[in-house]
């Protein structure tokens, strides 16, 4: 949140640019008046011809998303006029507390619709209509569509104005292209937005290789292990000493590109071909972005890296499940398979929209297995697993009593293992679970319970069935197959947690659960619910219904979950309650905020409202009016509880 001196800044800006003629007599186009021509170049929307920056480009991994337009940067200030960056007409609106907050599409005559989002307010005719409706239909949220004789827009006309609405980080505008797909483009591509190039070249910072087969090992390694870029000579990187590699290998990059040298603001890199022996092996061009795909952006991206480390790596293979549109140009799948014979230099080639280029090379130089491994660290604990694919790597101290055999039961039945590798600090045993699938494991005096129920496969609907736990995966619902892991325990405070899955695999659609605890819930309230456990917090995730005995819930992620009941409403804060409006924090520590609504004298008052600030605020119909009688709030939170305010306001 911004401080109190920048809000009066702010304030101050705001006001000014509200005073500025350019705004106070902005109007729509009349239809009659309208001559947009199929060959318009796109204007930069705000302060078009005026150097400008970015904040993010189109393509840049998000956690849950593409990024699909570029971010423009609006000095850390609301309140700059945005304008068309084509003739057309405003075809949709929409007005919702998250996601991209308050957005005016455009429509234009080459079929392509242009988006602003994040804006602070609408202007002229569209404000007054938008307003309206929004009393009509008793709602903040709306989505509206209009005709092409509404609100014709000529070339440079302001709609709105810049603002920091939704799920934003800060304020600046969100712009998107987007074409009569409903695909959106690469803006930088498109418009050729003179504002904002910029000759600096995307930057490498790490890369990963990733073993793809129980054979493949790096530096005489079984999994994935990170390297820095190395030494850099103008846009060239290079990593000195060579990789000793073996098997199948797999590439990722973590790499970023710096938007402008005078900020520190990073974009992502859309273009990136990678050369085994100047042998191009894979190419990703990503140009153009289906939007209600975006979610596949888990099977570009590391996932797994993403969620314990928060760092996005681009793999440069493609992986199963990976059917986006990207690589045309890659002659096969990207996975590297190690020459034995001779060592292989590896060039990864990162550019830019505008061209600008890097390059990182380093070199993989053959070896075989060994079963001895000197650089093995000390395990902190004596037994531990983790799957990568379709391999489970078991770690275990050295064990004299058993020659450091494991075993690895199946349904009760016993198979002794020697470790793959191993030296005086840990064994590491390979198990490839498209063969077996462990129950348990016994190593270095120690047994490991893995809840493995069963491989589930992508691509097709499957449904899992257990005493106390079903699960229906529509399809499409995987990635890739899954080896699912699920049980249950009660905990110390009587609570009971249902483990599915693991979270740091993705999904892609939602799965239905149905859950058996051990407490029954004969009489299924309003004020339970599901939640998954996130670290020392709750988050929630449906209401959840009894049927049949189990409770029936829908999830989008894997996880720990468990039954709450939420008894405490939400609060209300007032920050301001008076005739010239009025402003509130409401909060709720639990379920969360499910509804609010407002009246005035008994007449319903719109409420505003940005969930990350959690502040809603009035806007009357008659925006000339006072605030004047009897305020009422209700706020409502998902178990149903509520908290009222009242005052009168003289």
């Given at each position: 949140m911004r401080n109190s001196s920048n809000s009066k800044l702010n304030n101050f800006i705001t006001l000014l640019l509200l005073s500025c003629p350019l705004i106070t007599t902005a109007q729509f186009s009349k239809p009659e008046i309208q001559t947009a021509n199929d060959g318009e170049k796109y204007i930069y929307p705000i302060n078009p011809g005026q150097p400008g920056s970015l904040a993010g480009n189109m393509g840049e991994l998000r956690t849950t998303h593409f990024h699909s337009g570029i971010d423009i940067r609006t000095n850390?200030?609301?309140?700059?006029?945005?304008?068309?960056?084509?003739?057309?007409?405003?075809?949709?609106?929409?007005?919702?507390?998250?996601?991209?907050?308050?957005?005016?599409?455009?429509?234009?005559?080459?079929?392509?619709?242009?988006?602003?989002?994040?804006?602070?307010?609408?202007?002229?005719?569209?404000?007054?209509?938008?307003?309206?409706?929004?009393?009509?239909?008793?709602?903040?949220?709306?989505?509206?569509?209009?005709?092409?004789?509404?609100?014709?827009?000529?070339?440079?006309?302001?709609?709105?104005?810049?603002?920091?609405?939704?799920?934003?980080?800060?304020?600046?505008?969100?712009?998107?292209?987007?074409?009569?797909?409903?695909y959106a483009l690469d803006p930088l591509k498109v418009g050729g937005f003179r504002e904002v190039a910029e000759s600096l070249p995307p930057t490498p910072e790490k890369i990963a290789l990733i073993t793809l087969d129980k054979n493949g090992r790096i530096n005489d390694r079984f999994g994935r292990y990170e390297f820095y870029a190395g030494t850099r000579s103008g846009s060239n990187y290079s990593i000195a000493s060579p990789i000793l590699a073996c098997g199948t290998l797999g590439v990722e990059i973590l790499a970023k590109d710096k938007m402008s040298p005078t900020t520190s603001f990073y974009g992502g890199v859309n273009y990136i071909e990678m050369r085994v022996d100047s042998q191009l092996v894979f190419s990703q061009a990503i140009e153009k972005l289906?939007?209600?795909?975006?979610?596949?952006i888990y099977t570009v991206m590391d996932f797994k890296t993403m969620r314990n480390k928060g760092t996005r790596f681009y793999k440069l293979y493609i992986d199963d499940g990976n059917t986006l549109k990207f690589y045309g140009k890659s002659p096969g799948p990207g996975k590297i398979t190690v020459n034995p014979n001779k060592e292989s230099r590896i060039d990864i080639t990162l550019k830019d929209s505008h061209g600008n280029s890097s390059v990182i090379t380093f070199r993989l130089h053959p070896v075989k297995p060994v079963k001895e491994v000197r650089t093995l660290e000390p395990l902190t604990v004596p037994l531990t697993y983790d799957i990568n694919d379709n391999i489970m790597t078991v770690a275990a101290r050295p064990y004299a009593a058993t020659a450091n055999k494991a075993k690895i039961y199946v349904k009760g039945v016993a198979t002794e293992v020697e470790p793959d590798y191993s030296n005086q600090n840990r064994a590491i045993y390979l198990i490839d679970l498209r063969k077996t699938l462990?129950?348990?494991?016994?190593?270095?005096?120690?047994?490991?319970?893995?809840?493995?129920?069963?491989?589930?496969?992508?691509?097709?609907?499957?449904?899992?069935?257990?005493?106390?736990?079903?699960?229906?995966?529509?399809?499409?619902?995987?990635?890739?197959?899954?080896?699912?892991?699920?049980?249950?325990?009660?905990?110390?405070n009587g609570g009971e947690i249902f483990s599915i899955g693991d979270r740091t695999v993705p999904l892609h659609k939602s799965i239905t659960v149905a859950i058996r605890p051990q407490q029954q819930y004969p009489n299924w309230t309003k004020n339970l619910g599901i939640y998954r456990v996130a670290g020392r917090s709750f988050a929630y995730v449906d209401k959840g219904e009894v049927v049949n005995g189990r409770i029936l819930f829908n999830t989008r992620d894997f996880g720990d979950f468990t039954i709450l009941s939420d008894i405490v409403p939400p609060t209300i804060r007032v920050v301001n309650a008076d005739q010239a409006g009025a402003r509130f924090k409401i909060r709720d520590e639990l379920s969360g905020i499910a509804s609010f609504e407002a009246s005035i004298n008994g007449q319903w008052l719109l409420m505003h409202y940005d969930a990350k600030t959690a502040t809603i605020w009035s806007e009357q119909l008659d925006?000339?009016?006072?605030?004047?009688?009897?305020?009422?709030?209700?706020?409502?939170?998902?178990?149903?509880?509520?908290?009222?305010?009242t005052k009168k306001i003289p």
């Open positions: 850390n200030m609301i309140g700059f006029p945005v304008h068309a960056s084509k003739s057309g007409y405003i075809s949709r609106i929409t007005m919702t507390p998250t996601g991209y907050g308050n957005i005016v599409y455009v429509a234009h005559p080459d079929g392509n619709t242009t988006l602003y989002a994040h804006l602070n307010e609408f202007v002229g005719p569209l404000a007054d209509y938008v307003r309206q409706e929004q009393y009509k239909r008793k709602t903040f949220d709306i989505d509206l569509y209009f005709t092409k004789d509404q609100f014709p827009v000529k070339q440079g006309d302001v709609i709105a104005r810049s603002g920091n609405t939704g799920s934003s980080g800060g304020p600046h505008v969100h712009f998107d292209i987007r074409d009569s797909n409903n289906d939007v209600t795909e975006t979610r596949a462990p129950d348990s494991i016994i190593a270095a005096g120690q047994t490991t319970i893995t809840n493995l129920r069963q491989a589930i496969p992508s691509g097709t609907e499957y449904k899992y069935y257990s005493d106390n736990l079903d699960i229906q995966f529509p399809a499409q619902a995987l990635y890739d197959t899954l080896y699912l892991n699920a049980s249950s325990a009660i905990q110390p925006k000339k009016a006072s605030l004047k009688g009897d305020l009422q709030l209700i706020v409502t939170d998902n178990a149903g509880n509520q908290s009222k305010f």
